[in-house]
């Protein structure tokens, strides 16, 4: 129906000015043609936007919706998209349906458990400790990001794969060219391949010198080839800091705009929790949404969604539902923000989110704790904004005590 | 024992207001995203081996059983399913 693509919009991505927490308003338009509406794509695809917490939920969790990305329609117009290859890498199972998936994300789970990242803990406040006594010798202003939203992450992912420290100067600068949305394409190919193939030396050394970390533990106990062992160290090295690392500087961001929730917070912190729950739900950094496509005629919500359309959940509208959470654009660390689905929800929901809840809890406790005076070094409207990014968050924090 | 012997010869002990509920496992669905551990830790655990759920309570008391629909809610994978017990 070509008039329909006429008429219908494209993803909303402008945010407002001076309101750096809140989706953008057109985004939230959306919500008046029903849990699921309409979206042109880019390409010239005519899709599906779900609003709502509880479609976002139904389609996350029904599997005739495939994460598959040649199957995907890009919501968000990338430069020369055409020229990237639109084939999963092996072992990169985010973009894999069962039992590919499967199979891969049952050889790590056992890693990722509450137990086992609980255990990290002392570590993880180790290494938090280390850069707050760094940032507390350079003395006022610092910029957060390079300091300590960043740094943080990027260690306990790197010694959990047993990726040596050295690496993350080479992998973040890639890191950053994928998740732009305006790099070009030919740059954006050779970061992927450089990212490869620094992980690709790594199996291989691993393959003769084995650590105690979780690459090495794969070698041993699994038949993983190279190529897969490759695509597994290089997303799980991917997803493991650059999220952890924005919902820590942008939370600080929220919480130091809103004076209340920061005071109820060190009040009693035994809130850290609920808290953290809370700024997943509120921030909702995956700020485009995720991405699927139906592999057969879906209904969903009285709305046919035919075999071959790609639906985009938006997760910053479906955290925000006012059907699912009381004064949904408020910030409020003591309410229940259960049912967010920030990590998503299905079989694709965040593996490392048990590590990322534990980091985040140190991370925001340690640092209000050791500077209690914590405040921004500049006016709240020049901290620059992540909008040109798949991840959204804060690219510098200055900050004074 | 003898609770057994009563319970094979005139049923489970039923108050309208402490229902038994059975927590039911599709262990074959679960992806160890931890959710349940997290929300209830005394009627779930996760395996050393596989991350997967382990269901230590199958019918938790009835100050439990919030928990146990919490639990059930957050699972992503649609693993634990709390069903009221007919029996």
């Given at each position: 129906?070509?008039?329909?693509?006429?008429?219908?919009?494209?993803?909303?991505?402008?945010?407002?000015?001076?309101?750096?927490?809140?989706?953008?308003?057109?985004?939230?338009?959306?919500?008046?043609?029903?849990?699921?509406?309409?979206?042109?794509?880019?390409?010239?695809?005519?899709?599906?936007?779900?609003?709502?917490?509880?479609?976002?939920?139904?389609?996350?969790?029904?599997?005739?919706?495939?994460?598959?990305?040649?199957?995907?329609?890009?919501?968000?117009?990338?430069?020369?998209?055409?020229?990237?290859?639109?084939?999963?890498?092996?072992?990169?199972?985010?973009?894999?349906?069962?039992?590919?998936?499967?199979?891969?994300?049952?050889?790590?789970?056992?890693?990722?458990?509450?137990?086992?990242?609980?255990?990290?803990?002392?570590?993880?406040?180790?290494?938090?400790?280390?850069?707050?006594?760094?940032?507390?010798?350079?003395?006022?202003?610092?910029?957060?990001?390079?300091?300590?939203?960043?740094?943080?992450?990027?260690?306990?992912?790197?010694?959990?794969?047993?990726?040596?420290?050295?690496?993350?100067?080479?992998?973040?600068?890639?890191?950053?060219?994928?998740?732009?949305?305006?790099?070009?394409?030919?740059?954006?190919?050779?970061?992927?391949?450089?990212?490869?193939?620094?992980?690709?030396?790594?199996?291989?050394?691993?393959?003769?010198?084995?650590?105690?970390?979780?690459?090495?533990?794969?070698?041993?106990?699994?038949?993983?080839?190279?190529?897969?062992?490759?695509?597994?160290?290089?997303?799980?090295?991917?997803?493991?800091?650059?999220?952890?690392?924005?919902?820590?500087?942008?939370?600080?961001?929220?919480?130091?705009?809103?004076?209340?929730?920061?005071?109820?917070?060190?009040?009693?912190?035994?809130?850290?929790?609920?808290?953290?729950?809370?700024?997943?739900?509120?921030?909702?950094?995956?700020?485009?949404?995720?991405?699927?496509?139906?592999?057969?005629?879906?209904?969903?919500?009285?709305?046919?969604?035919?075999?071959?359309?790609?639906?985009?959940?938006?997760?910053?509208?479906?955290?925000r539902d006012p059907d699912r959470f009381d004064h949904p654009e408020a910030l409020d660390v003591t309410r229940s923000a259960a049912?967010?689905?920030?990590?998503?929800?299905?079989?694709?929901?965040?593996?490392?989110?048990?590590?990322?809840?534990?980091?985040?809890?140190?991370?925001?406790?340690?640092?209000?704790?050791?500077?209690?005076?914590?405040?921004?070094?500049?006016?709240?409207?020049?901290?620059?904004?992540?909008?040109?990014?798949?991840?959204?968050?804060?690219?510098?924090?200055?900050?004074?005590? | 024992?003898?609770?057994?012997?009563?319970?094979?010869?005139?049923?489970?002990?039923?108050?309208?207001?402490?229902?038994?509920?059975?927590?039911?496992?599709?262990?074959?669905?679960?992806?160890?995203?931890?959710?349940?551990?997290?929300?209830?830790?005394?009627?779930?655990?996760?395996?050393?081996?596989?991350?997967?759920?382990?269901?230590?309570?199958?019918?938790?008391?009835?100050?439990?059983?919030?928990?146990?629909?919490?639990?059930?809610?957050?699972?992503?994978?649609?693993?634990?399913?709390?069903?009221?017990?007919?029996?």
């Amino acid at each position: 129906m070509p008039d329909k693509l006429s008429t219908a919009t494209t993803l909303p991505t402008a945010r407002a000015s001076g309101c750096p927490f809140d989706p953008p308003p057109e985004l939230g338009e959306l919500r008046q043609h029903g849990p699921i509406s309409r979206l042109a794509f880019p390409d010239g695809h005519l899709g599906w936007v779900v609003t709502s917490q509880a479609a976002a939920r139904t389609v996350l969790a029904d599997r005739r919706f495939s994460s598959r990305i040649e199957l995907i329609h890009q919501p968000i117009p990338v430069p020369g998209v055409e020229k990237i290859p639109r084939k999963t890498r092996p072992g990169s199972f985010i973009r894999m349906d069962p039992p590919e998936h499967t199979r891969y994300r049952h050889l790590l789970t056992g890693q990722f458990t509450v137990r086992r990242m609980k255990a990290l803990e002392p570590r993880i406040e180790q290494i938090t400790t280390e850069h707050l006594d760094a940032m507390e010798e350079h003395g006022p202003p610092v910029d957060l990001v390079p300091a300590f939203s960043l740094p943080i992450p990027s260690l306990v992912i790197c010694e959990l794969l047993g990726v040596p420290y050295s690496y993350r100067e080479k992998f973040q600068k890639d890191t950053s060219t994928l998740l732009r949305l305006t790099s070009p394409p030919d740059e954006r190919v050779a970061a992927m391949e450089a990212v490869n193939d620094l992980l690709r030396d790594l199996v291989l050394s691993k393959r003769t010198n084995p650590d105690d970390a979780l690459i090495s533990g794969l070698i041993r106990d699994t038949e993983l080839n190279d190529d897969e062992l490759v695509g597994i160290s290089t997303l799980l090295l991917l997803a493991g800091h650059e999220t952890t690392a924005n919902m820590l500087a942008l939370g600080t961001f929220a919480l130091l705009q809103r004076p209340d929730q920061l005071a109820a917070l060190r009040k009693d912190p035994d809130l850290i929790e609920g808290a953290v729950e809370e700024l997943l739900r509120y921030l909702s950094i995956v700020q485009f949404g995720t991405v699927r496509a139906a592999l057969e005629d879906v209904e969903v919500d009285g709305q046919l969604v035919k075999a071959g359309e790609t639906v985009v959940i938006s997760i910053p509208l479906a955290n925000r539902d006012p059907d699912r959470f009381d004064h949904p654009e408020a910030l409020d660390v003591t309410r229940s923000a259960a049912g967010h689905v920030a990590f998503g929800h299905g079989i694709h929901q965040c593996l490392g989110q048990q590590l990322a809840r534990i980091e985040m809890r140190i991370g925001y406790r340690e640092l209000f704790r050791r500077f209690p005076t914590l405040r921004l070094a500049v006016a709240p409207d020049e901290v620059p904004l992540r909008t040109d990014m798949a991840i959204y968050g804060v690219h510098h924090l200055p900050v004074a005590w | 024992m003898w609770y057994d012997e009563m319970v094979r010869v005139v049923g489970r002990p039923k108050l309208v207001e402490e229902r038994i509920m059975r927590i039911e496992i599709h262990r074959e669905r679960c992806i160890g995203a931890g959710m349940c551990v997290l929300t209830a830790p005394d009627l779930f655990d996760q395996s050393e081996d596989d991350g997967c759920v382990v269901l230590l309570n199958p019918e938790p008391a009835p100050d439990r059983h919030e928990a146990a629909k919490q639990a059930e809610s957050l699972c992503p994978s649609g693993t634990i399913e709390v069903v009221p017990d007919e029996d």
